[in-house]
């Protein structure tokens, strides 16, 4: 048995790209950031903040979801799978590309007055649901964001 399934809570790096096959079906990319924050060990040594980012692709329901909700800066929660391909460029050389195939997605910036609207939406949906659920006065803090 095997399983491929990534958890990730970042930020949004540009708004999505999104375009539509001739079938119609809209995919649509765009890059989240997650940055781990630096520290000091014990003995001193000082550990620097790194921020990796992810390439993400989005299919159907979610990339519409994406086109007209998702913004850069926005915090996401995004569940999905990792996938691996390879190109050839101009020059011919071959290329690796990692993307995070996304399966489900939840909006968790702020948004309005004092109100945090979550937006579960799952590949296989095409509309969104949404809950209000209200905002601490200490969202500002980094170490508030951690999923436990």
Request: charged share 20%; aromatic share 8%.
């Amino acid at each position: 048995m095997s399983v491929n399934k990534v958890i990730l809570i970042g930020n949004v790096g540009k708004d999505p790209e999104v375009r539509y096959l001739d079938s119609g079906v809209a995919v649509a990319t765009f890059p989240l950031a997650t940055t781990e924050r630096g520290y000091t060990l014990q003995n001193g040594t000082q550990v620097p903040e790194r921020t990796d980012w992810h390439n993400l692709v989005l299919w159907r329901g979610l990339a519409e979801v994406a086109e007209k909700y998702v913004h850069k800066g926005d915090k996401l929660y995004i569940e999905g799978k990792i996938k691996t391909r390879s190109y050839d460029d101009q020059a011919g050389v071959k290329r690796y590309v990692t993307e995070i195939f996304v399966d489900n997605m939840e909006m968790l910036s702020p948004k309005g007055t004092g109100t945090s609207t979550q937006q579960p939406v799952t590949s296989g949906q095409s509309q969104q649901t949404t809950h209000a659920s209200a905002s601490s006065a200490g969202t500002d803090n980094p170490s508030d964001d951690l999923p436990f």
